[in-house]
């Protein structure tokens, strides 16, 4: 009969928890790491040092299976298969969860005058390369074409009078018939708004935006549009055939 040779992966994908701490950590081991060399890779994952450190294997499932007790054994040489367990005891007396406790860092603190004499800093980056905020330029262009574009929206939001009937043309979309019931800025976002009560359930609100109330309508039938895109004049509500026969 010939033999068959089983051979296993060279690296396995394990989980490794802690007694200090509350999280796991997916990790690729080498099989042919000693046991010792694995728990100096340890230490930077749980915070224990080596020399506290007592290892368990545990199954996919959460099963015990065994300790790993031979410091100058290779973890190979272990049952240890994609999807395991380690879980590193830790003898030091540190207390669970003390890695974890960001108020026990020290916090790195530099003044705003010493952060602008840094020469290694994004600042300095964005400052000796012109970007951002630190092209004037640039910055320059685009308030003016902010600008630009707020003053266009006020002259046409002039034209649009609350209360009007009006016809709402936005390229892409249907046209759609309503009532002006808000003309001017919001907080919603930045410019001019009006907010139009359609004649149908075709908007995306009640004429509130963000829990502010701009005007007061059927859910659905209220919509917030750009005045460039509101023409006012004698528009009926469109028949749509829903009235009884006669």
Not at 24 to 42: F, I, N, P, V, Y
Not at 75 to 95: E, F, M, N, Q, T
Not at 209 to 230: D, I, M, N, R, W
Request: aromatic share 8%; glycine share 8%.
């Amino acid at each position: 009969m010939s033999s068959v040779t089983i051979m296993s992966a060279p690296v396995v994908s394990v989980r490794i928890s802690s007694s200090l701490n509350t999280f796991t950590a997916e990790k690729r081991l080498d099989r042919g790491l000693t046991l010792a060399e694995l728990k100096c890779k340890l230490e930077l994952v749980v915070g224990s040092p080596a020399s506290c450190m007592d290892l368990q294997l545990y199954s996919a499932d959460n099963t015990f299976l065994q300790n790993l007790d031979q410091d100058d054994a290779l973890l190979g040489s272990y049952p240890v298969d994609d999807g395991c367990r380690i879980h590193v005891i830790d003898k030091s007396g540190a207390r669970i969860g003390e890695f974890e406790d960001l108020s026990r860092v020290e916090k790195f603190e530099i003044s705003k005058e010493a952060y602008e004499k840094r020469t290694d800093s994004v600042r300095s980056f964005l400052k000796k390369n012109k970007l951002g905020k630190f092209n004037a330029e640039e910055a320059a262009q685009a308030k003016a074409e902010n600008e630009r574009k707020l003053e266009e929206e006020r002259v046409a939001a002039e034209s649009v009078t609350s209360g009007a009937r009006c016809e709402v043309r936005v390229p892409g979309q249907p046209t759609k018939r309503g009532t002006v019931m808000y003309v001017g800025l919001a907080d919603f976002k930045p410019g001019y708004w009006v907010g139009v009560k359609y004649d149908e359930p075709l908007g995306k609100n009640d004429g509130s935006v963000e829990g502010k109330s701009y005007f007061t309508c059927l859910p659905k039938y209220g919509a917030f549009v750009k005045p460039q895109h509101v023409s006012v004049g004698d528009y009926p509500e469109e028949d749509y055939g829903l009235e009884d026969e006669m």
